[in-house]
């Protein structure tokens, strides 16, 4: 992944996977497989567990451990209403970002 | 310090170290590569994340060693797990640690010194300005 990608995406990767657990609970691995199958194919496992400690800190989600077959018992998280309230924002937030950043790119033209 | 908050330390003191001395027996269960990398970033945030709070060190060694611990069972190699840039993912995963960081007191006064800096100063910086 280019540096830039990294960059850009670290402002908006928080919205991302909240949007992806929206009436869909998942574990770190299946974020992280779903992230790659939508496109950013070399993001860390880390980089998301790290984010998924920082919601979950911050009250965005809500942790459920299950026991695995395998291994340590895996913290399911789910979009809790502080999270919904927080993800209408990010949209918001984005939807700005987007239409100007459009305007910008045609305005040159 | 009363006597009560005393017996508080020690027997918090007894319980991260009852913390540490699981999370060593539990480091020795991984794979060789993941032990590796495990302790390699490990060793950087011991050093880097200045954390000066017993139990949220404690808390971030746990964090850590989970997700090493799932990456594991999952088959999920060092360098998926870390990424291409190792440093970035250290710094990235101590940020959710740093209200333990010793570094807190001097982000405090920063803030308090650049809060207290009332509109008054500014006038008189804006008459200055006219002045000259």
Known sequence: MGKQMTE????TLEGIVLAFLTGNPAYGYEITAWLRSQGFTD???GTVYALLVRIEKNGLVDVEKRPSEKGPPRKVYS??????KYLEEFWTTWGFLAERLEN???EGK | MSIRSMIESVVGELELKKRWR???ARKKQLPESHRKAHDAVERYLMYSAGIADGAILTAMAEDLLDLFEQGAADGTP???IVGDDPVEFAEEFARNYSEG???KKERARLEDAINSITDGDLDKLDHRKDES
């Open chain 2, 22 to 24: 699981q999370l060593k």
């Open chain 2, 78 to 80: 060092v360098s998926a």
């Open chain 1, 8 to 11: 850009m995406l670290k402002g």
């Open chain 2, 101 to 103: 960081a010793w570094i």
């Open chain 1, 104 to 106: 910008l790119r045609t």
């Open chain 1, 43 to 45: 993001i860390a496992e």
């Open chain 1, 79 to 84: 979009l809790n209403a502080d999270g919904e």
